[in-house]
């Protein structure tokens, strides 16, 4: 396939848009949406979020979602192509993280309380010990669908540590199945990030990290051994991650435990499942994704901040649980 040099998106997207029937239609209003710099409300939106997800990559190539936590206003902008936080990822050396000036990053921000969320893929173009800036590649909103509202809350003396000061001793678990702790916090959870790449990561702005959310009933993520899978609901049609898988595979998922503070991190390998016997029956599933895990870790108290459930999306009411797919099969 020849890539139209004027397409906002990288082969891989465009290939998974033409085999769903809709690269027309998202060519026709991509334009609008994804930009090289980021507008007024977007930067504004930044400045006020207590925490953000970024798609980070490690030594080895493998992406990593990672969350950065601040004050509001430790995000600024100083211009409508630059963003500069104030803080530091916690986990740069016990993920071995690439965290260098002139490598690739994604960030997704995410106000739970309101449902916004926007993202932007760059470049770091300056660190030191206290900050460090993203150069915008491509900057684009998203819509709210399977964010379930929340109202967070710090807890105490949080901001003056360290995240991994209030973390209990780290749990590892390279190529191996993964424990029956980690496996109940997975199939558990309602939201979760996940961070994937490109093959190539090169000065093509189309080339990069992403960092995206997922949201879904309680028992929408199911793990069978050493493989995670979770469904593919209908989103805003650029395909963003499914193009990044079929690209390259690698990617991180960030699981947050907003009860307890605790967090778990996963990369492995992921393939996009066309057909799976359970498509036609997990309500809401377009597609599934399985993950093949290759390393995890969890923490506990990792993030300094909880989160009360205020409402799930009312877009869960349309999806299922692959708790209610097995109880409903003979």
Same mark, same amino acid.
């Given at each position: ?10 082969? +891989? ?13 998202? +060519? ?11 507008? &007024? ?9 207590? /925490? ?12 990593? $979602?990672?969350?950065? !936590?601040? @004050? ?9 192509? $630059? ?24 960030? *997704?921000?995410?106000?739970? =309380? ?15 010990? @206290? ?20 109202? *967070?809350?710090?807890?105490? =003396? +949080?901001?003056? #540590?360290? &995240? *991994? ?16 702790? *980690? ?8 939201? !979760?990030?996940? $961070? ?7 000065? #093509? ?14 028992? /929408?993520? @199911? ?8 469904? =593919?609901?209908?989103? %805003? ?6 193009? %990044? ?19 778990? /991190?996963?990369?492995?390998? +992921? ?38 459930? @205020? ?5 869960? %009411? ?13």
């Amino acid at each position: 396939m020849v890539q139209k040099t004027s397409s906002q998106f990288h082969a +891989a997207e465009i290939a998974v848009q033409e085999r769903l029937g809709v690269a027309d239609r998202v +060519a026709q209003v991509s334009e609008r949406f994804i930009r090289q710099s980021m507008p &007024p409300q977007h930067r504004q939106f930044f400045h006020e979020l207590p /925490f953000i997800v970024l798609g980070l990559v490690d030594q080895q190539g493998y992406p990593w $979602a990672i969350p950065l !936590f601040g @004050k509001p206003g430790f995000i600024t902008s100083p211009n409508e192509t $630059a963003l500069t936080l104030e803080a530091l990822p916690s986990l740069t050396n016990l993920l071995s993280l690439d965290f260098t000036q002139g490598q690739k990053v994604g960030a *997704l921000g995410i106000q739970l =309380d309101s449902r916004r969320r926007n993202r932007l893929n760059g470049i770091i173009s300056a660190i030191n010990d @206290k900050r460090f800036t993203i150069e915008v590649e491509q900057s684009f909103g998203n819509c709210p669908q399977y964010i379930q509202k929340r109202e *967070l809350q710090w807890q105490t =003396d +949080a901001l003056t #540590d360290s &995240p *991994l000061d209030h973390a209990a001793p780290i749990s590892w678990q390279p190529e191996q199945a993964i424990d029956q702790h *980690l496996k109940t916090m997975i199939e558990q959870a309602d939201t !979760f990030f996940i $961070a994937s790449r490109t093959a190539l990561l090169d000065t #093509d702005p189309r080339h990069g990290i992403d960092a995206s959310h997922r949201g879904g009933k309680p028992g /929408f993520i @199911k793990v069978e051994g050493n493989t995670l899978y979770f469904p =593919d609901f209908s989103g %805003n049609r650029f395909f963003n991650t499914l193009g %990044n898988i079929e690209s390259d595979g690698r990617v991180g998922l960030f699981f947050p435990d907003f009860t307890t503070g605790d967090a778990a /991190f996963i990369t492995g390998q +992921a393939k996009v499942l066309w057909e799976h016997p359970a498509i036609p029956d997990y309500q809401g599933a377009e597609r599934i994704i399985a993950v093949s895990i290759e390393r995890s870790t969890q923490l506990s108290r990792f993030m300094p901040m909880t989160g009360e459930l @205020k409402e799930p999306s009312p877009r869960l %009411n349309g999806t299922g649980r692959w708790l209610d797919l097995d109880d409903n099969r003979p």
